[in-house]
């Protein structure tokens, strides 16, 4: 062993940087960890790579929906219901009225 090292021209962290990929501290629950850990081992494989497939899998999921699948919540629900109610959608209506059913249109009940 030598007496000194020269560390001035020394790296923190990885000596090799993976292209592509970038290291981020993330807080995670116990559970979540232990899944993944459970599942990685199962299948012989990293449990940061499986978090990393499902984290993509939700990203491209989210990325095929499309605006009509987007969840009913309240505000889509009042956003919805004040466009079919707005005063510009019945003037359109009235100006295009549909056929009335007359007493000769009724449907028959089979009885």
């Not at 494989?45 to 499986?50: N, P």
């Not at 009509?68 to 505000?75: E, F, K, M, Y």
């Not at 707005?86 to 009885?111: I, L, W």
Request: overall charge positive; charged content about 30%; proline content about 5%.
């Amino acid at each position: 062993m030598r007496k000194e090292y020269d560390f001035s021209k020394g790296k923190r962290g990885a000596v090799v940087a993976s292209p592509g990929k970038t290291r981020i501290t993330i807080m995670l629950d116990d559970d979540v960890i232990e899944y993944f850990r459970a599942r990685a081992e199962a299948q012989g494989t990293g449990y940061q790579t499986m978090i990393n497939s499902a984290l993509r899998a939700a990203i491209a999921e989210t990325t095929r929906r499309s605006s009509d699948d987007r969840p009913v919540t309240v505000g889509v629900l009042r956003e919805v219901l004040r466009e079919e109610l707005s005063p510009s959608r019945a003037n359109r209506s009235s100006a295009n009225p549909s056929p009335k059913r007359t007493a000769a249109a009724k449907p028959v009940s089979a009885a």
